[in-house]
Nanobody
Framework: QVNVVESGGGLVQPGGSLRLSCAAS????????MGWFRQAPGKERELVAT???????NSADSLKDRITISRDNAKNTVYLEMNRLKPEDTAVYYC??????????????WGQGTQVTVSS
């Protein structure tokens, strides 16, 4: 069992920046990876970026020049910095926590999501 809580969403103007935070707690297993996905109205949930405990990053190619994902393993927290935001970035951003419960065995947990709205 693990609790996943996102924060930092809100309203921002086009071209602005925002930083999202996600903290995981209550897990008796180590966290293999944490990351962000988003879902815009009428669209499927898509990858934004993930980062492992060793620093390996996987991110959407179309977003790589505008986002930075980072982590604080000691705090079980992952951050997503977004720059030069566009209206099409408007979505609910969900944090995902991937637990290593055994060798090559993982289990994922999701946060409730935080709304990001990019509008003038």
């Amino acid at each position: 069992q693990v609790n996943v809580v996102e924060s930092g969403g809100g309203l921002v103007q086009p071209g602005g920046s925002l930083r999202l935070s996600c903290a995981a707690s209550g897990s008796s297993f180590s966290i293999h990876a944490m990351g962000w996905f988003r879902q815009a109205p009428g669209k499927e949930r898509e990858l934004v970026a993930t980062i492992t405990d060793s620093g390996n990053i996987n991110s959407a190619d179309s977003l790589k020049d505008r986002i930075t994902i980072s982590r604080d393993n000691a705090k079980n927290t992952v951050y997503l910095e977004m720059n030069r935001l566009k209206p099409e970035d408007t979505a609910v951003y969900y944090c995902n926590v991937n637990l290593a419960i055994a060798a090559q065995t993982f289990r994922s947990y999701w946060g409730q999501g935080t709304q990001v709205t990019v509008s003038s």
